[in-house]
């Protein structure tokens, strides 16, 4: 994995697609254009759990936040599965967004050491707003992102056969 340091970058992050139409390829390269606002390259391999998908991963560090961006520019596109993290240098808190064309997509604030993190007002609305057992439990589960940990997790260990991964620095 590699990254470029940068000193002054108060944000980093990674965006993995895991599966994209080959169709959708040049579009989401222009998006990426656009919200770095600068030219940034993927490196697209084949994606062997979706047949006629394709992978990659990038990298960044920057002063703004482009996470959020990034993910509801992709999620447009119904056809994708991918991780958008990004995380301060300073705090190593962050954000982790997962999409899925069957789940959507899904927000969680993520502690320093990348462990998703349920704030107290979620959890009071859970326990308030539920009347059972099973129920708490599937409120609490989707808070902490369960279904999409579970449909993505195949594709996290394929995408490592992406050797190196590209990585972006202003």
Known sequence: MSSIPSSSALLAGDL??????????????????????????????????????????????????????IASTLKSWHYLRFEVREYSNISGEGVLYRCTPELGLHQAVTASTGDVMVHENRLMTALENTRSYEALRESLSSALGIAWDLELESYRRGIGSLGEIRAVNI
Do not use: C, D, M, T
């Open 16 to 69: 993995r697609i895991y599966s994209a139409p080959k169709a959708l390829l040049r579009h989401i390269q222009w998006s990426l254009n656009e919200i770095f606002g600068y030219p940034v390259e993927l490196n697209w391999e084949q994606q062997h759990l979706s047949p006629g998908a394709l992978a990659s991963q990038l990298q960044w560090r920057e002063l703004k936040p482009v996470a959020s961006k």
